[in-house]
């Protein structure tokens, strides 16, 4: 072992406390020696052992009828019929996107795809959740700009379909943006695998890429730390290799479907330490590194470098010796380096060697098991935590000049010049791509067999998926905001006519040691567990990214929801656009518009209200499934959620995406701008004919507001006529355009 | 009456030809490191990233071992199509004149476009219709050869698809969407025929391409 | 003045490009062919050349993982 023992000024730089130092000491029996502290920094840091949320965490509810794998494994997942589960969840990269944007979002997108193949699921979608500070701050539009350009080099070159997403402006994130990204796979559920390490002389493999200096002490200094202006402490940025990924794909799933594999690991934070650790913990089973056989990018990489370097493209797994040859007979296959690094012991601990030389030794359960866990301290702030946002909309701005300026906002705006720089169809499952539908639907067999002639042709099963998160409510009310964001999730999907499986969550939270963030976090899980539990759309796993924020003040708090569900016939799946002229028109649900913390308070430069109105959420789970049903008999020819900019903003968004008008009738209500503009859970915009409309009834609130007509859309408002032209929203719908000159 | 399919590193658009092929014929993929085409009647070079475009797109697949076979095949007559990547792949292969620059838009960019089909009795075309309408989804798509040839590719009837007048987002010269060779058994075109052959993924318009392909491959053999 | 900027991934970044190429060169019979790296070539006439470094900080390469190396060519070369 090294001669020189680092001291405990050394713990304080990882980032462990005095307390968690001495108690790693005390586990270790002697003072931990360079590689074993710099892992023991890396598995105790926030990001690895969930210090501050884990307690919150397992009050989540985490089981349901279709849930086939849970939290805890590297991707969730829910059974989708046919012998078929569908894995998926979401991850952040926020502040590797906020150092260098293209690349942090694009090993982003790497690392999410990797943790659905390690469990044996081919990738078959992509999602991303987007945060930046205001449209027009130059910083905002260079990330924003890099991140789209990243996500997309990454998901168009492997061949992931990148199906959604959202992105907002808003101030908060001006120094902390975020880059949330989900994915989706397929498996047949025979060919799931765990991580759990088993079988003492069993062989671990390594194959993929090289390992270099990328991304060193990144977990625990990037990824948990608050980001300084001006910050010097710039780690080696990681770079993604696409190719190399797919490749590293197509050979995982191979070794799977010849059964060769015992377990497999994707290498993401804190690289082949956390892995290893988590592989032999699962387990209950000790490993055996030897680093120098670590196939190596540069030289002279010191032992612990390797144990945490966080290079990319990189998968562990354990494979019975018989199998060994054939396993890296495969890996050469598809050219990717395989290389025998260790073995499984019987031992209980994680020993790395470098050759001969025992250069770390530790009990895998004080590793993975033993960080201390801390309850937060959550008080409710007692002044406001956010400024005003500066106001953008004129004094006395009228109902209709405030649609167009609602429409053109950047968090309204079309996000066309966004999703063109994807790929969304690839792989030939995207029933509706992004702007058709409130919920990407893609179809689960992209080969179905033909139909015979005359025959009905059979229904085809689809997926639907949402990823939802208004942060600006949630920073108003993190409860019911949280909830809010979940039932838009659902509100989503039923709009296609699918029923949810499942959720996925990133908590996108500031410091969790101070009282507020802690209580908007603890407010937040509370909202996210209830709402989780009345759809019966349990989490099947997720991520937490804390420490999001910079000098000027925290991020908002963003719980993003990611929620698939299911359709059975795809034939079916329902669009936003109207589609027939002479449709009737309808809003359904219990839907009461309130202008606190909506789009429009913001562009009027108004602050965050106090709380956010009550909700009921049974009453919003009935109109979803009213209009899941119908949309599922057919009875419907559109359906659209009702979100921000309220219900004048969905009506806009119908005409557009269907190239039609509409002629409706409101009563204008106390306040006519929040009639028009005011926001809430709960209401949908539907379009059918009037038989078709009718149907949905007896389940739920039902008001016919009008009709689907030609060219431009009109709302009579108690005696005041007001008319827009479908060119005239159009240009303000593309505003967005101007951040991609 | 089979279709193959190449198979490189970094394809991503190969089981989606695939698919396509076989819902007017059979098909099967032919791997990157073969030199045996297995007696296909038809090759697809299909699209995605192979060898992950490192260098320049096409570069470094053009040179795998399977090309060597597609370059003879192509030589004595087979049918060979190009897609996207393919086509590219076709071109650095010079199995195809010109070649593919970076969009004039300067990003990926992914559009469902209106085509023209400028010559509608090829191999390639002869069962499509007047104009389709497929998409495209490239970052290197921009379609470039010196004007002689350009001139020479017109009169001689090589351009089989064009843009329709504002859908040319790469800033193809003379907004050429695909082209044949002069013998008429090899094309390429950047937009995706394999993605529009389903309705409920989009448009069927794709189909004809390869339904063109089946016509030729029977007479070929009649 | 006449300047070309040579910009370059530094030494430990992952060079995917380099390494694609690197694996095809023995492929096609180029044997001994090691370290393969692929940059950028930016050149431009500026009129104040104390100014290039700024722009390769700023715009022409990404100092987090490119290296880039000035050079001023003659007018008349």
Partial sequence: MPDVLPTVEDALALGLTQAEYELVCEKQGRAPNQVELAMYSLLWSEHCAYKHSKKLLRTLPTEGRYVVMGP??????????????????????????????????????????????????????????????????????????????????????????????????????????????????LAPRERLVRSAAAGPGNVLVLFGASTGRDGIGGASVLASAELDEGDEKRPTVQVGDPFEEKKLLECSLQLLDHGLLVALQDLGAAGLTSSAAEMASKGEVGIDIDIARVPLREPDLEPFEVMVSESQERMLCVVAPEWVDAVLALCEKWEVNGTAIGSVTDSGRLRVFAGDELVGDMPVRALVDDCPLYDLAPAAPEAPVYPAPTRVLAEGASLRETLPA????????????????????????????????????????????????????????????????????????????????????????????????????????????????AWQLSEAVRGLGEACRALEAPIVGGNVSLYNEGASGPIYPTPVIGMVGRLPDAARAGRLGFAAEGDTIALVGPFAPSLAASELAKLRGEALPERLGDIDIDAVRCAQFAVRGAMRAGALSSAHDIAEGGLAVALAECCLAGGLGAQVRLDAGDDPFATLFGEGPGGFLISGTANGVSSLGRRTFVRIIGSVVKDSLSIALDGEDLLWSLSELSTAHQALAALFP | MRFGVLQFPGSCDEIDALHAARRVGDAELLWHGTQDLKGVAAVVVPGGFSYGDYLRAGAIARFAPVMEAVIS???????????????????????????????????????????????????????????????????????????????ELEASGQVLLRYAPTENFNGSLRDIAGVRNAAGNVFGLMPHPEHAVDPLTGSTDGLCIFESMRLAMEGAHA | MRARVLIRPKAGILDPQGEAVARALPALGFTGARNVHIGRLVELDVEDPAQLDSMCEKLLANPLIEDYEVQLLDPGA
């Fill in chain 1, 72 to 185: 805890g494994e590297n991707a969730g997942a829910v059974d989708v019929g046919d012998g078929l589960v569908c894995a998926f969840k979401v991850e952040s990269h926020n502040h590797p996107s906020a150092v260098e944007p293209f690349q942090g979002a694009a090993t982003g997108v790497g690392g999410i795809l990797r943790d659905i193949f390690a469990i044996g699921a081919r990738p078959i979608a992509v999602l991303d959740s987007l945060r930046f500070g205001e449209a027009d701050s130059e910083r905002s539009r260079y990330l924003l700009d890099g991140a789209v350009a990243g996500i997309g080099h990454y998901g168009n070159s492997i061949g992931v379909p990148t199906v959604g997403g959202e992105v907002y402006f808003e101030g908060p994130y001006e120094q902390n943006c975020l880059v949330n990204a989900m994915a989706l796979g």
């Fill in chain 1, 406 to 517: 609602l429409l053109a906002s950047a968090n309204l705006a079309s996000r066309r010049p966004l999703f063109e720089q994807y790929d969304s169809i690839v792989q030939s499952r995207t029933v509706r791509r992004p702007e058709q539908a409130d919920a990407a639907v893609l179809q689960i067999d992209p080969s179905p067999a033909a139909d015979s002639p005359g025959e009905a042709p059979a229904a085809r099963p689809a997926l639907a998926v949402s990823i939802d998160c208004n942060g600006r409510r949630v920073a108003a009310d993190p409860y019911r905001g949280t909830i809010e964001a979940v039932l838009e999730c659902a509100a989503n999907l039923a709009c296609v006519g699918a029923e949810p499986l499942g959720t996925t969550n990133n908590l996108n939270f500031a410091n969790p040691e101070k009282p507020h963030v």
């Fill in chain 2, 73 to 151: 095949f192509a030589r004595e007559g087979g049918l060979v199509l190009g897609i996207c990547n393919g086509f590219q792949v076709l071109c650095e292969a010079h199995l195809l004149p010109g070649a593919l620059l970076p969009n004039a838009n300067r990003r990926f960019t992914s559009r469902q476009v209106q085509l023209e089909v400028v010559q509608g009795d090829t191999d390639f075309t002869r069962a499509c219709p007047a104009s389709l309408s497929i998409p495209a989804k490239h970052s290197w798509g921009r379609y470039y050869a010196d004007e002689a040839t350009l001139d």
